[in-house]
């Protein structure tokens, strides 16, 4: 029987404030850095979860995206929305929480959730700070294993976009 696969795709909205320092650099060299994102400020953060998978013959669906939201709620969005990302989330705890660091952050929360999934795995975390700028991260996987249309740095995150 043919099982395609297919990549489905959740988005949750969430609030938090964060700002952008490095414990590396001095004051001074973190004000060149970052700019205005080195004071508090917030977003209004989307997140979009990836999951890859073949469509089961007998429900048509890679995975039940109802159950994907609540994992979603339960692992990320409980956690960071209305907090402060620097001091109020503990597995942010020491990390610059740039959209790239984010994006692996909420990687490492989710997938290991979402291994008792067969079938699917995570494939994707993108996570959209502003309009203008995102971040994509598809997990600590080598190159060789990834599509020829993917970029030569798989392990790192992708941003687009200006600092925000
Ligand atoms: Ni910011």
């Known amino acids: 029987m043919r099982r395609p696969t297919v990549e489905i795709t959740h988005m949750q909205e969430f609030s938090a404030a964060h700002r952008l320092v490095s414990p590396r650099l001095t004051q001074a060299q973190n004000r060149e850095l970052y700019g205005p994102c080195f004071t508090d400020h917030g977003h209004n953060y989307a997140l979009e979860v990836t999951v890859r998978g073949s469509v089961d013959p007998q429900t ?52 290991p959730a979402l291994r008792a999934f067969k079938g699917c795995k995570l494939y994707r975390i993108r996570l959209n700070e502003s309009h203008a700028n995102r971040a994509e991260y598809y997990g600590p996987r080598k190159a060789a294993s990834r599509s020829s249309s993917a970029s030569s740095s798989r392990s790192s995150a992708k941003i687009r976009g200006a600092r925000g």
């Open 60 to 111: 048509g669906m890679v995975m039940d995206l109802n159950r994907l939201s609540r994992l979603i709620v339960e692992r990320i969005i409980a956690r960071v929305d209305h907090r402060h990302l620097n001091h109020d989330v503990p597995f942010l705890k020491g990390t610059i929480t740039t959209a790239e660091n984010v994006a692996v952050a909420f990687w490492d929360e989710l997938e």
